[in-house]
């Protein structure tokens, strides 16, 4: 967890060299999109995937059930993006319901760092809190909770080819892959997110 937070704050660092030397020039910095370096970005976004629990103890405290705990989820996420040159860092929350499977509930929040590519693409890595609520056979009166982590990346319209089709709304798509706990966890996420 050290070694991550110091990597953000290194990263966060260089930017703000890079966008010294500039405003010494008389320049303007931008990000790789031509956006401004720096600013408040926030989103809001509709992602859907698959979790799969493993059958250990950990230290969530999870009960084994003689079998994997695990559910197709539906998510809403919120956060805001912080940009700094060509890295961002970043917070986020996230509310989740379960389908067709053993979850009822997931919430939680995440503080977010990567860099961004492309023309409005961002690459990250994720490191938050948990709570996971089960249904039957897991104790559906209690919510278990642990540290998550996790990567993703975003890519706009135009990084994959479909220039002009959402114009200048802002919108992503996004692919996530996190775990819970000590790797307790397989959660694949998929959706699209809208920047603003």
Known sequence: MRKILAAAALAAALPTAAFAQDADTGTTATAPDGTPAFGIEPYFGVMGGYERFDNEIGDAGIPLVGRDLDGGLVSAVAGVNIPIGGFFVGAEGNVAKGFKGDIDWEYGA??????????????????????????????????????????????????????GITGNSGIRFRLEASTFGDANSFRPMAGVIAHF
């Open 110 to 163: 995440a503080g977010r760092f990567g860099v961004r590519a492309g023309d409005s693409g961002l690459i990250y890595g994720k490191v938050g809190y948990q709570w996971v609520k089960f249904q039957r056979p897991a104790n559906p009166d209690r919510h278990y909770n642990d540290i998550t982590y996790g990567v993703g990346v975003e890519v706009g319209p135009k990084d994959i080819g479909l220039g």
